[in-house]
T-cell receptor, first 112, second 114 residues
Framework: QQQVKQSPQSLIVQKGGIPIINCAYE??????FPWYQQFPGKGPALLIA?????SEKKEGRFTISFNKSAKQFSLHIMDSQPGDSATYFC???????????FGQGTTLQVKP | EAGVAQSPRYKIIEKRQSVAFWCNPI?????LYWYQQILGQGPKLLIQ????????DSQLPKDRFSAERLKGVDSTLKIQPAKLEDSAVYLC????????????FGPGTRLTVT
């Protein structure tokens, strides 16, 4: 199944909170799981990515948690800031194809 | 390093008209992608080029969409004739190679078909 299911559709947190966005997949051939951030009027920009041989990856305030057995992965944003307000997409790729399957997106609003 | 360039940024056309979008990838990037992003959804891959050859166009509606990448650099995506459901943002992305998973996206062209 070439789908990635993302939730929630939208999320509102206070500044300093830790929003969590979840994604699930079925295809066990997926071997690369990136998260993209998109601001209005801009193209998506790569935030952080993980491969299934690790369970967690941190880059700055962004952390990916990966559960291979459950076929789920999530993005955590530590100490969220109003500037993090954007739409976030999870995605998956496989076999060195370079092709990305994107989730539906989560619109995050961080209130000051 | 210059990013992925796209033009025009916005286009409004009537249904049954034709339209073309242009993309200039990051210098040295061999792989180029065109995505369609409908409002409220994630980008959907339309076509993937490796240099000037098509790797995958399985999701491209070939009865109305066409794309080319002459000389393995710039690319053009064309829609002819356009339908109302083609209203979307068309994103171009590039990567160093197919196995270089990191893709860099341009700002997109917002197409409105009336």
């Amino acid at each position: 199944q070439q789908q990635v299911k993302q939730s929630p559709q939208s999320l509102i947190v206070q500044k300093g909170g830790i929003p969590i966005i979840n994604c699930a997949y079925e295809n066990t051939a997926f071997d690369y799981f990136p998260w993209y951030q998109q601001f209005p009027g801009k193209g998506p920009a790569l935030l952080i990515a993980i491969r299934p041989d690790v369970s967690e990856k941190k880059e700055g305030r962004f952390t990916i948690s990966f559960n291979k057995s459950a076929k789920q992965f999530s993005l955590h944003i530590m100490d969220s800031q109003p500037g993090d307000s954007a739409t976030y997409f999870c995605a998956a790729s496989w076999g060195g194809t370079g092709k990305l399957i994107f989730g539906q997106g989560t619109t995050l609003q961080v209130k000051p | 390093e210059a990013g992925v360039a796209q033009s025009p940024r916005y286009k409004i056309i009537e249904k049954r008209q034709s339209v073309a979008f242009w993309c200039n990838p990051i210098s040295g990037h061999a792989t180029l992608y065109w995505y369609q992003q409908i409002l409220g959804q994630g980008p959907k891959l339309l076509i993937q080029f490796q240099n000037n050859g098509v790797v995958d166009d399985s999701q491209l509606p070939k009865d109305r969409f066409s794309a080319e990448r002459l000389k393995g650099v710039d690319s053009t995506l064309k829609i002819q004739p356009a339908k109302l459901e083609d209203s979307a943002v068309y994103l171009c992305a590039s990567s160093f190679g197919r196995q270089a998973y990191e893709q860099y996206f341009g700002p997109g062209t917002r197409l409105t078909v009336t």
